[in-house]
């Protein structure tokens, strides 16, 4: 099972610390994201994690191997995209991922095997061909992904990989994370300054601030707790009454957070409402990553 573990990591330049004392341990299959503005060490941390560079002080180990002293070792099962994707200008997009494979131990058929399937999982197959130097930000972003998904990697780092991408680029991108996480027991570690994207491919959500880790899921738990909307205000007194094995947490005169208790689902909390009369505009999972966000983060 794939392993990260960052230690009291430490990165500064000159007076500026850009890491502070970061802790991390990811030891199980997961999407966690890095979320934070720009300037927050979103970059600098998954850096120093594919040793593109060196700590102050601290630690990063893979699999229990020290980035720093062995990275060879470390990095052998790991994909990674980082920062803006630049190429050769006279290789083509093709000759791009071969030359990825062949790095990566690929006899022939293996690579013509990563080309047919990356190419079709990232919807490349139309400029393959070309020369990378006629490429748009997002097309180049494309291969940068296939070249971090080449011989199946355990650990995929990912630097804002929606970045340059129109939003149907986007929309696959995220699903391309999504279907990974199901398919395969894979860490996926991923910065991005998006709230949405956040919430909507992750399973952990670290907001950093200024080189600091501020806020990890990790250690709140949202469990059975669903946001409810209903078409009119609500008596709260009347429901609280009424309703069993929930506690109730308004959030306005008709919305509230619906804490589920003692086994109690969904689908007969939501039942108990009904019968009460209620008419349920619509019901999701909660999340308030956006409010420690936007409580959390210097503006």
Partial sequence: MPQIEITNLTKRYGKLEALSDFNLQ???????????????GKTTLLKTLTNIIKPTSGSVTIDGISVSENPMLALQSVGTLIEQPEFYPYLTGREVIEFAARVKGANRAKIKEELDHLSNLLSMEEYLERKTGTYSRGMKQRVCLAVALVMEPMILILDEPTFGLDP????EVRDLIINLKKERDIIILMSTHLISEAKEVSDRVIIVDRGKKIYDTAN??????VKVTLETPIDIKHVNMKLENVQLT???ESTFLLKLLNGMDNSKAISQLLSLGYKVK???PYNDIEEKYLKSVSL
């Fill in 168 to 171: 149907r680029g986007m929309k």
């Fill in 250 to 252: 308004f959030l306005n």
């Fill in 220 to 225: 709140e738990s949202n469990d059975n707790v």
């Fill in 26 to 40: 990811i030891d199980q299959p997961q999407c966690v994201s890095i979320l934070g503005p720009n300037g927050a």
């Fill in 282 to 284: 619509w019901a999701e």
